[in-house]
């Protein structure tokens, strides 16, 4: 499993990167991952540039292409004026202009951090709407770290539950992508995911969610 980090923190150290981390660690404790951490701070040039002659550098090119190619992504943003930051924003901005379908079906899990925990809606009412346009699938639980969070175990039960539902779900469309694997895992269907599709035949989004539905 290849698990990309997406960090949009600012500071040095940051505790943006530190949740980062431990939703990172955590996860791979779950399923062997080579995780791959990209610092949207380092990439702000090339971000800016990216929206003015329409290219990315060579850097940012890298970092979307390493997106695109992830299994699963962990998105870590911190908290400016009740929503996710501008860079943190702009980097999936540029990355939507380059390839709109970059994160189409892909696993995502959320997180963020700010000052206090008044805040934490900003994973249901930015973050998830905007990985819902970009059609990537979310998992449920999101992790917001407020900073009296550090050091509490509330905060280590939701990265738990998280990680769990990011390798899980990974896990699952990965199986249901492989050729002859039916739903369920049982061969006799093709990459399309229904019985004698052709394996290169495009499947919509929707039936690729329904493939992951317990039957009955």
């Keep these: 499993m290849k698990l990309v980090v997406v960090s949009a923190g600012l500071g040095v150290p940051s505790s943006t990167r530190l949740l980062a981390d431990r939703l990172a660690a955590a996860t791979a404790e779950r399923t062997p991952a080579e995780v791959q951490v990209v610092e949207v701070r380092d990439l702000a040039v090339e971000i800016a540039h990216t929206f003015t002659n329409g290219f990315p550098g060579r850097n940012l090119s890298a970092a979307f292409e390493s997106v695109a190619a992830a299994d699963g992504l962990i998105v870590v943003t911190p908290v400016f004026s009740a929503s996710y930051s501008g860079l943190f924003k702009?980097?999936?901005?540029a990355l939507s202009v380059?390839?709109?379908?970059?994160l189409a079906g892909k696993p995502v899990l959320m997180g963020a951090t700010g000052g206090t925990a008044r805040h934490s809606l900003v994973l249901e009412h930015a973050m998830r709407p905007l990985f819902a346009y970009l059609k990537a699938v979310v998992v449920p639980t999101g992790v917001y770290a407020a900073s009296e969070d550090w050091g509490a175990g509330g905060l280590d039960g939701r990265i738990e539950r998280a990680a769990g539902e990011l390798a899980a779900l990974t896990?699952?469309?990965?199986?249901a992508a492989e050729p002859g694997v039916e739903r369920g895992g049982k061969?006799?269907?093709?990459?399309?995911?229904?019985?004698?599709?052709?394996?290169?035949?495009?499947?919509?989004?929707?039936?690729?969610?329904?493939?992951?539905?317990?039957?009955?």
Excluded at 90 to 93: I, V
Excluded at 189 to 211: K, N, S, T
């Design 98 to 102: 380059t390839d709109a379908d970059a």
């Design 171 to 175: 896990a699952r469309l990965s199986t």
């Design 187 to 216: 061969p006799g269907v093709e990459r399309g995911g229904r019985p004698g599709a052709d394996a290169d035949e495009i499947v919509p989004f929707e039936e690729r969610l329904a493939a992951l539905r317990p039957a009955g």
């Design 90 to 93: 702009s980097f999936f901005d």
